[in-house]
């Protein structure tokens, strides 16, 4: 009996000790999980927030018959182009002429949708309108008349870019400005190609009295030799072609680092077509010569 009274003490004494050990190790278990969570909640480096953080919201896709057409923007050198490339075409081209800084191109407040007749404020450029001839690519008159509109803010740059080449003994000469609506409709009937011609579904720079079309005359009233004569929609045109001599290669750089200098930007394809920087500033009109005072 003394045997077994002895075992039965072991017995309860071992399973005593296997409780003591597992209610320390469930005990420093619970101690570790708290001590850990009060780190969590007092250490600024961990930052984890109060509350969950849920997934982002899918947005639904927009209804197209709700959407309007971005405004279009223009840029430093442009592409695509035509005589009137639309802004959305816009894209870099490479460098601008040398010795033109972008700080120094002037910022003219816009004045949206005033046209004025460039020899009202200067007399002194030479005024070619090919469209208000047969003298063109369509060889049909498209204008009724022959007459040069601007928007103030272009006209005005353009002016300031007339008075640098005076002063090397140079006048602009304008192939084209402001273009009516009806006339760009008659072009790109006769062109139907948007790398020289806009679609006039699309709009034009031209419309917007932002763009124009120029040469170079000397004291003479002659034509500085250039890679082109106007609306020549060959590579020859572009304004990185050189196959031509470097005395026309010079002239259109000169061209172009003017008028780059005075806020206008150039276009790939036709080394004579220059855009206001700012034309998205200004709205498409459609406004008829007969209708100008």
Request: hydrophobic residues 35%; negative net charge.
């Given at each position: 009996?003394?045997?077994?009274?002895?075992?039965?003490?072991?017995?309860s004494?071992?399973?005593?000790?296997?409780l003591?050990?597992?209610?320390?190790?469930?005990?420093?278990?619970?101690?570790?999980?708290?001590?850990?969570?009060?780190?969590?909640?007092?250490?600024?480096e961990?930052?984890?927030?109060?509350?969950?953080?849920?997934?982002?919201?899918?947005?639904?896709?927009?209804?197209?018959?709700?959407?309007?057409?971005?405004?279009?923007?223009?840029?430093?050198?442009?592409?695509?182009?035509?005589p009137?490339?639309t802004p959305?075409?816009?894209?870099?081209?490479?460098?601008?002429?040398?010795?033109?800084?972008?700080?120094?191109?002037?910022?003219?407040?816009?004045?949206?949708?005033?046209?004025?007749?460039?020899?009202?404020?200067?007399?002194?450029?030479?005024?070619?309108?090919?469209?208000?001839?047969?003298?063109?690519?369509?060889?049909?008159?498209?204008?009724?008349?022959?007459?040069?509109?601007?928007?103030?803010?272009?006209?005005e740059?353009l002016?300031?870019?007339?008075?640098?080449?005076?002063?090397?003994?140079?006048?602009?000469?304008i192939?084209?400005?402001?273009?009516?609506?009806?006339?760009?409709r008659?072009l790109?009937?006769?062109?139907?190609?948007?790398?020289?011609?806009?679609?006039?579904?699309?709009?034009?720079?031209?419309?917007?009295?932002a763009?124009v079309?120029?040469?170079?005359?000397?004291?003479?009233g002659?034509?500085?030799?250039?890679?082109?004569?106007f609306?020549?929609?060959?590579?020859?045109?572009?304004?990185?072609?050189?196959?031509?001599?470097?005395?026309?290669?010079?002239?259109?750089?000169?061209?172009?680092?003017?008028?780059?200098?005075?806020?206008f930007?150039?276009?790939?394809?036709?080394?004579?077509?220059?855009?206001?920087?700012?034309a998205?500033?200004?709205?498409?009109?459609?406004?008829?010569?007969?209708?100008?005072?």
């Amino acid at each position: 009996m003394g045997a077994k009274r002895t075992s039965r003490i072991a017995r309860s004494r071992a399973l005593t000790v296997i409780l003591a050990v597992l209610l320390s190790v469930g005990l420093l278990g619970g101690c570790g999980v708290r001590n850990k969570g009060n780190e969590l909640a007092s250490n600024p480096e961990i930052g984890v927030p109060s509350t969950p953080v849920s997934s982002p919201a899918v947005l639904p896709a927009p209804d197209s018959s709700q959407t309007s057409p971005s405004t279009p923007v223009s840029s430093s050198v442009i592409s695509g182009t035509t005589p009137s490339a639309t802004p959305s075409q816009i894209e870099p081209a490479g460098p601008v002429p040398s010795g033109v800084s972008p700080g120094s191109r002037p910022e003219v407040a816009p004045d949206p949708g005033e046209l004025v007749e460039l020899t009202d404020l200067d007399d002194s450029f030479v005024i070619d309108m090919r469209y208000a001839t047969e003298d063109n690519f369509t060889g049909q008159k498209i204008y009724s008349q022959a007459r040069c509109f601007l928007v103030r803010g272009t006209a005005e740059k353009l002016i300031a870019a007339n008075r640098e080449f005076a002063q090397m003994g140079y006048r602009l000469k304008i192939w084209d400005a402001y273009r009516p609506p009806s006339a760009q409709r008659a072009l790109w009937e006769a062109v139907p190609d948007p790398n020289y011609v806009a679609n006039p579904e699309k709009g034009s720079i031209h419309t917007r009295g932002a763009a124009v079309d120029v040469t170079l005359v000397d004291a003479e009233g002659n034509e500085l030799p250039m890679p082109t004569g106007f609306d020549d929609f060959s590579e020859k045109a572009a304004i990185d072609y050189d196959g031509c001599t470097e005395e026309q290669a010079r002239n259109r750089e000169l061209l172009a680092e003017v008028m780059v200098r005075h806020g206008f930007d150039r276009v790939k394809t036709e080394w004579w077509h220059f855009v206001d920087s700012q034309a998205s500033s200004y709205p498409m009109l459609d406004i008829e010569f007969e209708d100008m005072e």
